[in-house]
Nanobody, 126 residues
Framework: VQLQASGGGSVQAGGSLRLSCVAS????????IGWFRQAPGKEREGISF????????SYADSVKGRFTISRGNNKNTVYLQMNSLKLEDTAVYYC????????????????????WGQGTLVTVSS
């Protein structure tokens, strides 16, 4: 199983970026995908989650209304559209996959995520 995160970069506050996570090898069962981030000097936090199917999603309060998680048509690609970026959004962003018991389910517990991408850096400047 491999997850490849991409799309990070430098952007001014108020700008937008779209992160992509391509998963390969998730061949059996249901997998929810989560986006996590780790800012300098801070613990990693989960910010957005999506179920295997049916588009069930969840967002942390810190990004709600600004970020949108979605799956591509082939379901193996998950996007995180980030709008109205703030300085405090600066972090390394990771995507991860967790096996779930239902296609409609996602988990927000970091310990449930077994497979992780390598991270992509987002830097927001003023």
């Amino acid at each position: 199983v491999q997850l490849q995160a991409s799309g990070g970069g430098s952007v001014q506050a108020g700008g937008s970026l779209r992160l992509s996570c391509v998963a390969s090898g998730l061949t059996s069962g249901y997998y929810g995908i989560g986006w996590f981030r780790q800012a300098p000097g801070k613990e990693r936090e989960g910010i957005s989650f999506i179920s295997n199917s049916f588009g069930v999603t969840s967002y942390a309060d810190s990004v709600k209304g600004r970020f949108t998680i979605s799956r591509g048509n082939n379901k193996n690609t998950v996007y995180l559209q980030m709008n109205s970026l703030k300085l405090e959004d600066t972090a390394v962003y990771y995507c991860a996959a967790a096996k779930t018991y239902s296609a409609r389910y996602y988990t927000t517990r970091e310990r449930d995520y077994r497979y992780w991408g390598q991270g992509t850096l987002v830097t927001v400047s003023s």
